[in-house]
């Protein structure tokens, strides 16, 4: 049953764009500069919304004791910045999707846990993104999510009622950040979900599997 919402703010990664290529290939070319395999399929989807840590994590099995994982996540960083943007895309049913929103006058906005600058790297490429009322990103304010204030803070910036907002995202501190903030969570199940994940455990709302599925949980 539609419940009445008047904001939906959406994950980045894994939600609205499948970044995995390009944030795979950064995590790569630092794993072979320090002579280590590439990330497997599973460990890619498992891990990519973990951002730098999560997937030099899981490429590395245990960062080794003479390596320093803020300095590999530069040298991710580095990379990725370099080439953001090559095998990025929309996920499909994403365009029509905000499209049907924009129809239906019901706001949407992003709170992404993306730091700014790469945030505002990658938008760009999507003309459609830009129509986001609010864009949130993780160092927007001094917390990142699974805290609340992030979300809170879009909401506001929305000119909405935090209990007025659907928030979608892909991992489970998307769905903790959501309950903490009193806002109706739903996973985007088409996102970075690993075998070993449960997202029926993470108390959200639902799992749904196909952008357009928000229509069916929101109403004008």
């Known amino acids: 049953m539609a419940m009445t919402k008047k904001a939906i703010l ?3 990664d894994g939600t609205l764009l499948d970044t995995a290529p390009d944030m795979a290939d950064a995590a790569n070319r630092v794993l072979a500069d320090h002579n280590q395999p590439p990330l497997t399929h599973k460990q890619i989807q498992a891990n990519t919304s973990m951002g730098a840590k ?14 320093d994982i803020m300095a590999l996540r530069e040298d991710f960083l580095r990379y990725y910045q370099d080439n953001i ?21 019901i706001n949407w906005g992003i709170m992404t846990n993306k730091p700014g600058f790469l945030t505002d790297m990658l938008l760009p490429f999507f003309p459609e993104l830009l129509r986001a009322k609010t864009v949130v990103c993780g160092d927007t304010l001094a917390v990142a999510k699974p805290h609340p204030e992030p979300l809170l803070h879009a909401s506001k910036q929305m000119g909405v ?29 088409w996102g970075y979900i690993g075998d070993e994940h449960t ?3 993470w108390q959200a709302l639902g799992v749904l599997t196909h952008p357009s599925e928000i229509l069916t949980v929101v109403s004008s």
């Open 54 to 67: 999560g997937l030099l994590t899981a490429g590395f099995g245990t960062i080794p004791a003479h390596l």
């Open 161 to 189: 009622d935090h209990r007025d907002c659907i928030y979608i995202g892909d991992i489970e501190k998307d769905m903790i950040a959501a309950k903490a903030a009193n806002m109706a969570g739903y996973v985007a199940g």
């Open 85 to 105: 943007c090559v095998n990025t895309s929309l996920y499909q049913g994403v365009v029509a999707l905000l499209e049907q929103l924009d129809e239906k006058e």
């Open 199 to 201: 997202p029926s455990d």
């Open 10 to 12: 959406f994950d980045l």
